[in-house]
């Protein structure tokens, strides 16, 4: 992300989910200065405007040509595995390609949908907070779960994952719900990671330690036949 896009993203629109911690933190702010408490005042000022910065809600392009699967969330790929989905997803109990997004404090926190979908279940189960990188975190934490058909019949699923920080899963949508590419799903306050899993026939397109932007970077193609992705840092 270069530094334009940095800026602009920093003076996105706040979502709403965000304006009553910013105008609760503004409120104190305020008292705080007509009491004449000057120096929490200016503490309270950064912490109302980093209120701001963390529930900030960008726009974003997102690419549509059928069998892209777009990046959910905003953050770095902290690991592409092979694993068994967890029940709570309706998917076959068999090996699946799980690429987790993981975000921290300062990422945008607005999720959004990866591909143009029906949900087809919706699950909230609760958990514990633990550090969301952790691979045990994808069966250990409160996490929603989102399946998600597509026109064809094949499934893909999403789980937002609380973690350290992180208290509440806020969601925009419901079950049997259609979801267009890039469309905004829900919310995780406070630094967590979201799970997709794709069918182990699917080959990521994206590497370990890449950021992700939600809505447009390209993490997979169910069309394609190539290899997975490699990458190096440089």
Not at 122 to 129: D, K, Q
Not at 181 to 186: E, L, M, P, S, W
Not at 192 to 204: G, K, N, T
Request: charged share 20%.
């Amino acid at each position: 992300m270069n530094i334009v896009t940095s800026i602009t993203s920093s003076l996105a629109p706040v979502h709403r989910e965000g304006y009553p911690f910013v105008l609760g933190a503004a409120a104190v702010t305020l008292v705080l200065f007509l009491v004449g408490w000057d120096a929490p005042a200016w503490i309270a000022v950064v912490l109302t405007l980093w209120c701001a910065y963390f529930f900030r809600d960008p726009e974003r392009v997102t690419p549509i040509r059928k069998g892209l699967v777009i990046s959910p969330a905003d953050g770095r790929i902290s690991a592409i595995a092979t694993v068994i989905p967890p029940p709570e997803l309706d998917l076959p109990r068999e090996p699946h390609v799980r690429l987790s997004v993981f975000m921290n404090v300062f990422d945008v926190h607005v999720n959004r949908a990866p591909v143009d979908a029906r949900i087809s279940r919706l699950s909230y189960v609760p958990g514990a907070f633990l550090n969301a990188e952790l691979d045990k975190a994808s069966e250990d934490n409160e996490r929603q779960a989102l399946t998600l058909v597509l026109d064809d019949g094949v499934k893909i699923g999403v789980v937002q994952i609380a973690g350290l920080v992180a208290r509440r899963i806020v969601k925009f949508v419901d079950e049997n719900e259609r979801l267009a590419a890039g469309q905004r799903f829900g919310l995780i306050r406070f630094g967590s990671r979201v799970d997709v899993y794709l069918p182990q026939s699917v080959m990521p397109l994206a590497c370990v330690g890449q950021r992700a932007i939600a809505g447009e970077t390209v993490l997979a193609d169910l069309a394609a036949a190539e290899s997975q992705r490699q990458g190096r840092k440089s």
